[in-house]
C-alpha cells in the first residue's frame, strides 16, 4: 500500500525508509570498526517489518547475519530469505523439542546451558534429523536471562557441540545490561568475564559476537571482535536518549502520520473524552484522528505534542482505544495530516521524545505499533 491509500483507507501511515535503515547500518559498523553485521529484527524488526528490514540489508550492504527472538519469526524470515548464504538466529531461549525443526528449517539457535544440549540432542536423534543444528554458545555474565555462568559449564557445552555431528559451532556470546547507561564498572565486568572465559577456553575469535547498539555506539574502543550485534541503532534511535549522545548522526527510519477525519468547534466549557477530564478554556478547534492505543498510540500518550500544518498542537483529554482528538490551529479541512513521530515543516517529533513522555524507551513505542497500521515505503 503506498502513503496515500494508507492514509485514505485507514488514515494512518507507519512510514519506512529504506535509505535511512542502510545508511544507520553503513555508519554503526563505522563507528564500531565491525566488518560483519548480525542485524537483529526481532519484534517485526522493532515494528518496521522484519522481511523488509532483511531484504534490503542483504541487497544493499550484503548483510547475510539476521537475528529474531522466536522460532515462528524465525521461519517467516526463513521464508522470505531462503538463500543459502542466509544465516538465522534465534535469540531467546527455545523449547529444545524444537530442535529437530529448528535444524531442519535453517535457523540457528543459541544454546544456554549442557542441560539444554543433551536434550536438543535427544530430540534430534529421535527425530533423525539430517541437518545439524548450528549453536551459539550463551554466557551468561550478568544479564541474568541465559547462558553458561562458569568456565566449567561453557566448557562442557563447548566439547558437547564440537564432539556430536547433531551440532555445528556457529558462535559464542554475550549480552550487556547496561550498554547504553552509565555503569561502566558493570559494563566492564561483563566484557572481562566473557574475555576470559572464551581465552581460556581458546575459543576462536570469529565466533565471538556480543555488542549491542549501546557498545557499537558508546563503547566503540572495548569490542574485541569484528562483529556486531545490532537492532535499535539500524532503526535510528538512540538507545541510551539522555544518558549518552550518538557519536554518528542516526536517521529514524520511521514516521508515523495520519489524517483529522473530523473537524469541529469545542465551546469554552465543553468537555471531551472518556473521564471527561479536558474542558476548552475558551472555544477552538479539534480535531478526531483514527489512532488510539490499540495502534499502540498507547493510553499514557494523552497529552502529546503531535504536528498539524507544521504547528505544535497536543492530544486532548485521554487516548481511546481508537481515536483521539487533538487541537487544532484553526478549521483545517478534513483529511489534513498529523504528524506523531517525523518532521512537518520546521517541527518535528522525535521517538525519543515520544517514549521520555510515555515515560518508556523507543524500543517499547516502536514494537506496539499494531498490525493496524499498514507499514508504507517511501523510498
Ligand atoms: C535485542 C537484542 C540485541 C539488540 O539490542 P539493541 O540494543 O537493540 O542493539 C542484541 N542481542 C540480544 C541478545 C538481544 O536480545
Do not use: C
Request: net charge negative; hydrophobic share 45%; charged share 25%.
Amino acid at each position: 500500500m503506498d502513503k496515500k491509500e494508507a492514509l485514505k483507507r485507514r488514515g494512518l501511515a507507519f512510514l519506512r525508509s529504506k535509505e535511512a535503515l542502510v545508511s544507520n547500518a553503513r555508519k554503526t559498523m563505522q563507528a564500531a570498526g565491525a566488518k560483519r553485521l548480525i542485524a537483529v529484527i526481532k519484534a517485526n524488526a522493532y515494528g518496521h517489518g522484519d522481511t523488509w528490514a532483511a531484504r534490503t540489508l542483504y541487497k544493499e550492504l550484503q548483510v547475510k547475519d539476521f537475528a529474531v527472538a522466536t522460532v515462528e519469526e524465525g521461519l517467516r524470515v526463513r521464508k522470505a530469505m531462503s538463500e543459502e548464504d542466509v544465516a538465522i538466529l534465534l535469540l531467546g531461549v527455545q523449547p529444545y523439542e524444537l530442535a529437530g525443526e529448528m535444524a531442519e528449517q535453517g535457523l540457528a539457535t543459541i544454546a544456554g546451558s549442557f542441560d539444554w544440549l543433551v536434550k536438543a540432542k535427544g530430540i534430534l536423534v529421535e527425530e533423525g534429523t539430517k541437518r545439524p543444528l548450528a549453536i551459539h554458545l550463551a554466557v551468561d555474565t550478568g544479564m541474568g536471562r541465559v547462558g553458561a555462568k562458569t568456565e566449567a559449564e561453557l566448557s562442557s557445552m563447548l566439547d558437547f557441540v564440537r564432539q556430536d555431528e547433531h551440532f555445528d559451532l556457529a558462535g559464542v556470546m554475550t549480552h550487556f545490561a547496561t550498554a547504553d547507561e552509565k555503569k561502566q564498572a558493570y559494563y566492564d565486568q561483563q566484557l572481562a568475564d566473557f574475555m576470559h572465559m572464551v581465552t581460556d577456553l581458546a575459543i576462536p575469535r570469529k565466533y565471538w559476537h556480543l555488542a549491542n547498539s549501546g557498545s557499537a555506539l558508546f563503547h566503540s574502543d572495548q569490542i574485541p571482535t569484528d562483529t556486531i550485534r545490532v537492532g535499535a541503532a539500524l532503526y535510528g534511535f538512540n538507545p541510551a536518549f539522555g544518558a549518552y549522545e550518538s557519536p554518528v548522526e542516526l536517521e529514524a527510519v520511521g514516521q508515523l502520520v495520519g489524517r483529522v477525519w473530523a473537524v469541529h468547534p469545542l465551546l469554552k466549557g465543553e468537555s471531551l473524552s472518556y473521564g471527561a477530564t479536558y474542558t476548552a478554556k475558551q472555544d477552538q478547534w479539534v480535531g478526531t484522528v483514527p489512532i488510539g492505543y490499540a495502534d499502540g498510540w498507547k493510553r499514557s500518550l494523552s497529552g502529546m505534542t503531535v504536528l498539524v500544518n507544521g504547528t505544535k498542537q497536543r492530544v486532548l483529554g485521554r487516548v481511546t482505544m481508537d481515536q483521539i482528538v487533538i487541537s487544532l490551529p484553526g478549521p483545517v479541512p478534513v483529511n489534513t495530516e498529523v504528524t506523531f513521530i517525523g518532521q512537518d515543516a520546521d517541527e518535528k517529533i522525535s521517538i525519543e521524545e515520544v517514549a521520555d513522555f510515555a515515560k518508556t524507551i523507543p524500543h517499547e513505542i516502536l514494537t506496539g505499533i499494531s498490525d493496524r497500521v499498514p507499514r508504507v515505503n517511501i523510498d
